[in-house]
């Protein structure tokens, strides 16, 4: 067998591998339940590469809290094989636009501050359900804004109805990472991407 051929059969097999673990399942989920094209329009989120990144800093959020119920040990483990996977394709996506090695880890790492940022904040705000907190959170990480206005309190109405939804979702989908985000997330019951 060709050297090639065995490279790339070894790849492919890593390649299944990963797609079996329940995080990488979890992350390819959120991920596409964070880029329904009908969130940006109803909350007139601009459809931009920060804009992405923050809405799917969101998701990501509203799944991490929902994994916080499981058992510590299965919680922990997941989250951080989430995180792990979500800056692993946040480097990915930045080389792929061009940026240099020297520049990706410096931007890395400021996206992961913001993120953890992002994920204190709508915690914090889910953990006390206060709507309006939640709104003007959402204002200023998702639009940069500083107050909050109509669109950004339906965004905090969709958020706090998509955290009772995912804590709906039985543990053993969420431990398996089985579990249809884009369904469970959509907008109105309308899960078309």
Known sequence: MPLFSRIMGYLGAQQRKQEAR????????ILQASR???LYTEFEVQDNLDSRFDMLCLHISLLMVRLRMLPEDV????NQELFDRFFADMDFTLREMGV???GVGKRVRKMSEAFLGRLAAYTESLEKNDKA???LALARNIKRASEC???????????LESRDRLLAVGD????AGTVDL??????NGDSHV
């Open 75 to 78: 919680h922990k483990q997941l």
């Open 182 to 187: 884009v369904a469970v997330l959509a907008l």
């Open 36 to 38: 329904q094209q009908n």
């Open 172 to 175: 053993n989908e969420m431990r």
């Open 22 to 29: 329940p995080a990488e399942r979890l992350y390819q989920s």
């Open 100 to 102: 240099g090695d020297l």
């Open 133 to 135: 907190e939640l709104a």
């Open 149 to 159: 206005n109509d669109s950004d309190r339906r965004m905090a109405d969709y958020v």
